[in-house]
């Protein structure tokens, strides 16, 4: 079967390829109806990220964030038109200890592996998970709801059960729909955002306060933190972390930085403090964002207003122009697929 599949092959240059796949015995046809451009995407796309990456891993579909409808299962246990989240993890092995998702050997589309900028996606049917109840430009970007979900439950898991004050670090999509989950799971504890845009700060009225990075009190304090920044600025969040955490708390690291950056290891030492590395997720991280949005009716209101532009894409430059306003959109850029 040859599918249509857009290429970056260098930064800001894609192009289109067809490539003749074959449908595998689990596999079933998926078209693609709504993507969600994520800054990782926006890394490869104007070649940000280091040089040997690029080389690594161009030529490549971008986009790990998707949704679509069902074309065809050759098993005819999935009816045709069926909405679908696209689950961007594919393992290939199981380990009873480590999650899917941290699996060195997974393979992760969007970063070395196609991803889901294509006319049709052939994809695993136990990579795909059926959705109603809420809209199709919300559910695009469900995995960065996973994500969220993912950390939570490490913290859920391996933190202390002091847990009366969450900070959250970022004003950005991943600051926003964290403190969206927190404030959910934990309806009757303190969430605290904290960013250096107001702007963007104004959108996070389900919190219980908000403060800029720079008009923190010197006495003020959280017992755990969550980092959402990343990118050249994690190194002062997290160092601002440490300042503000009660002893013995935990930090959930989730922004991805493209250097190494300096932390304050006395203080960590000192204070006796957790820190726990989460990155992507896995097929029950979006059984349950997909649970969350659906029995929570107001999750789906926030959601959409975190939708700063959509684009309808029905040509390759539509693709460029998605990229480009994204760059300079507040939240979420998502694309109505009609290539």
């Known amino acids: 079967m ?73 098993k005819n246990i999935i009816e045709k038109g069926t909405k679908v ?32 900028m294509r006319n049709i996606v052939l994809i695993d049917r136990n990579r795909v998970i059926e959705y109603d109840g809420f809209s199709d430009r919300v559910a695009a970007f469900l995995e960065l709801l996973s994500v969220s979900i993912n950390a939570i ?15 959250v670090w970022g004003d950005g999509n991943l600051g926003f729909i964290t403190s969206l989950i927190l404030k959910y799971k934990f309806p009757n504890k303190k969430i605290i955002v904290f960013g250096k845009n107001p702007h963007k700060l104004g959108y996070f009225q389900f919190v219980d306060e908000i403060y800029e990075i720079d008009q923190i009190p010197n006495d003020f304090y959280v017992d755990h933190a969550f980092e959402c920044v990343g990118s050249y600025n994690a190194e002062d969040a997290i160092n601002q972390i440490i300042d503000h ?41 979006f059984f349950e964002s997909i649970k ?12 959409n207003t975190i939708i700063s532009d959509e684009i309808v894409v029905r040509e390759l430059k539509d693709i460029h122009t998605a990229f ?11 694309m109505k697929w009609e290539i």
């Open 2 to 74: 040859i599918s249509h599949t857009y290429r970056l092959y260098s930064p800001k240059q894609i192009r289109m390829d067809q490539i003749d796949e074959q449908l595998g015995e689990d596999s079933i046809i998926v078209r693609p109806t709504y993507l969600s451009i994520c800054a990782s995407d926006q890394r490869y796309y104007n070649g940000k990220r280091d040089t040997k990456a690029m080389k690594e891993k161009l030529p490549m579909a971008l986009i790990h964030e998707a949704v679509g409808e069902v074309v065809f299962d050759p």
């Open 85 to 116: 989240v696209m689950i961007p993890n594919t393992p290939i092995e199981e380990n009873k200890v480590i999650k899917e998702n941290y699996l060195r050997s997974s393979k992760f589309k969007s970063s070395g592996y196609d991803g889901f």
């Open 153 to 167: 439950e490490h913290f859920e898991l391996y933190s202390h059960s002091n847990r009366e004050v969450f900070g």
């Open 245 to 285: 955490i009660n002893p013995e708390g935990s930090i959930l690291l989730m922004g991805v930085s493209e250097r190494n950056v300096a932390i304050n290891t006395r203080m960590i030492l000192e204070k006796g403090l957790k820190i726990i590395g989460n990155s992507r997720s896995g097929y029950n991280d």
């Open 292 to 303: 969350f949005v659906k029995e929570n009716k107001d999750v789906e209101k926030y959601l």
């Open 324 to 334: 480009e306003r994204d760059l300079t959109n507040d939240f979420k850029t998502v």
